[in-house]
């Protein structure tokens, strides 16, 4: 039988523990779930996934986890992260973000200020654009009821998105 230090040791060294998702999760309740393998021998039913505000996603079969987990009991706690290395994007340089789908769409926020964004085999940039040009070109003044005089044609927009602040 192990020590009372050795027992204390072991569930310090599980607090944190490595995995692989082994189902697709399941997002239909409060929580998304997940059944994550540990190792040969070892598969938690049900752990939770915890995300960051604002953020969610649902990582394919296979992703690798981080587990948490409480006191060091191994076969409770929750998913702190989870990484799928086949879509995960390469080649960020430090201080840009990107967020990605497994199908290859992408929000990037370059060092230059702009938002980039890929979707492959939707076309995103001519509806925006052309909303942005038909809300302005026929917008009204109260008092006038008139349209502007001067329009905006595709050679008044550039070619990224750019926000700005104070």
């Known amino acids: 039988m192990p020590s009372m230090p050795e027992r204390i040791m072991r569930r310090v060294q599980q607090v944190l523990g490595l995995g692989r998702s082994s189902t697709d999760p399941d997002d239909s309740g409060p929580v998304q779930i997940v059944q994550v393998q540990i190792n040969d021998l070892q598969t938690i039913d049900g752990m939770p996934v915890v995300h960051s505000f604002g953020f969610s996603s649902s990582a394919p079969r296979g992703s690798s986890i981080v587990r948490l ?55 995103l940039r001519r509806p925006v654009t052309d909303v942005f040009k038909d809300l302005f070109n026929n917008h009204t003044h109260p008092g006038v009821n008139q349209p502007p005089s001067q329009k905006i044609t595709d050679a008044h927009l550039t070619g990224g998105l750019r926000g700005g602040g104070p």
């Not at 009991?73 to 994007?89: H, V």
């Not at 430090?94 to 085999?121: C, E, F, M, R, W």
């Open 69 to 123: 987990s409480v006191a060091g009991d191994g076969s409770g706690g929750l998913i702190i992260a989870m990484l799928d290395q086949d879509s995960r994007p390469r080649g960020l340089t430090p201080g840009q973000s990107q967020q990605y789908d497994a199908h290859g769409s992408k929000v990037l926020l370059p060092n230059d200020g702009t938002i980039q964004i890929s979707a492959p085999g939707e076309a």
